[in-house]
């Protein structure tokens, strides 16, 4: 089965350059902004022209759209206890369906937010609630995934329980479109010791595999600036933080980031019909295995000690400024692939 690695691009150029330049380095995922990260978007649609710009750049790669994940704006915060807040961010995070479902992809991934008002279960219950209104009001086979965070503050998503306890909240016919990912840096600050041992990072997946009843749905693979338990967001290169290389390694050969399935062995390309076969479980799953490296690596870093596996990094969720030119530009040569792929074993 085919593992599926990307990059996440914040491209300035939008997100057809994005999936261009990603097509060109051989990516088999991409994961996207589809407004500016840094606002509500809670009124922002998507233009017919850049949904048909995109979707024929994406064409020209090896990137399938069900494969290609959004990103959620940072600020949105549906845990709040703040109702004008989760209002805004309610709609936000419907906006951010509707855009990502128009363009016919696989996922929108999003934060949690932070639990204002202290009680977490009310707070994970108010995630879920967003999510549902999301779900109800944009139907289709696009899916909303919650995302694990470092833990920061009163930020929701830290632990295995808190991301079940949200998806426990969607009702089950919605169930089947809800999900969750994870993030090595945000796994790591927030005190899970995925950097241990083999046994110690499967014992991490295994813990959120059953607190959610899923594996998870992508990783976004980061290095992380802050320590094990730091609950710091800051992401480092791969090999550059506290995680270290290794543990990258093992997380490559868990099954949990291969064994892609698509939304449906029925169809190879993803339908412009806005209706779709009812998802359920097992059967339709997309499953696992989104990984991204980074645009913002410098493959120099990977000098002498070529990884001997699928190594990706991430920029992941833009706690890095992004650099003024983007490595990945051009015909796939510096942040190809198989450049990454390293010696065979
Ligand atoms: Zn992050
Ligand atoms: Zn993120």
């Not at 920029?315 to 400024?321: E, S």
Request: hydrophobic content about 35%.
């Amino acid at each position: 089965m085919a593992r599926l690695i990307g990059v996440h691009t914040g491209d300035a150029l939008g997100i057809s350059a994005a999936a261009r330049r990603a097509g060109k380095a051989g990516a088999t995922a991409l994961q996207i902004f589809t407004a500016i990260p840094t606002y509500y978007g809670d009124k922002q649609s998507i233009r017919p022209e850049r949904v048909e710009r995109f979707r024929s750049a994406l064409a020209e790669s090896k990137i399938a759209p069900e494969h290609v994940v959004v990103h959620a704006a940072y600020v949105l915060n549906t845990a709040t206890a703040d109702e004008t807040k989760w209002e805004r961010s309610r709609a936000g995070l419907e906006r951010e369906l509707e855009r990502t479902t128009a363009l016919g992809l696989g996922a929108v991934c999003f934060h949690p937010g932070a639990a204002t008002g202290h009680d977490r279960a009310a707070a994970a219950k108010r995630v879920a609630r967003a999510m549902t209104a999301a779900l109800r009001a944009v139907p289709g086979p696009t899916r909303l995934l919650v995302e694990n965070t470092a833990g920061a503050g009163l930020t929701m998503g830290r632990t295995a329980e808190e991301v079940g306890a949200i998806l426990d909240g969607v009702p089950d016919d919605l169930r089947p479109r809800a999900g969750y990912g994870l993030d090595t840096c945000h796994l790591f600050a927030a005190g899970h010791d995925i950097a241990a041992s083999p046994a110690a990072q499967r014992a991490v997946l295994d813990e959120f595999e059953k607190a959610a009843g899923e594996p998870p749905r992508f990783f976004h693979l980061n290095d992380s600036e802050g320590e094990l338990g730091s609950n710091r967001d800051r992401h480092a290169l791969i090999g550059e933080g506290h995680i270290g290389l290794e543990p990258f390694r093992w997380l490559l050969r868990d099954p949990r980031t291969k064994g892609f399935r698509s939304f449906s062995r029925r169809r190879s390309k993803p339908s412009r019909r806005r209706t779709m076969t009812r998802p359920t479980h097992g059967t339709c799953g997309w499953s696992s295995s989104f990984a991204h490296w980074s645009h913002a690596g410098d493959p120099r870093a990977w000098a002498g000690n070529p990884p001997a596996t699928d190594i990706v990094g991430s920029l992941g969720c833009g706690t890095r400024a992004l650099p003024a030119r983007w490595p990945c530009t051009g015909s796939g040569g510096r942040w190809s692939a198989d450049r990454l792929r390293g010696p065979a074993r």
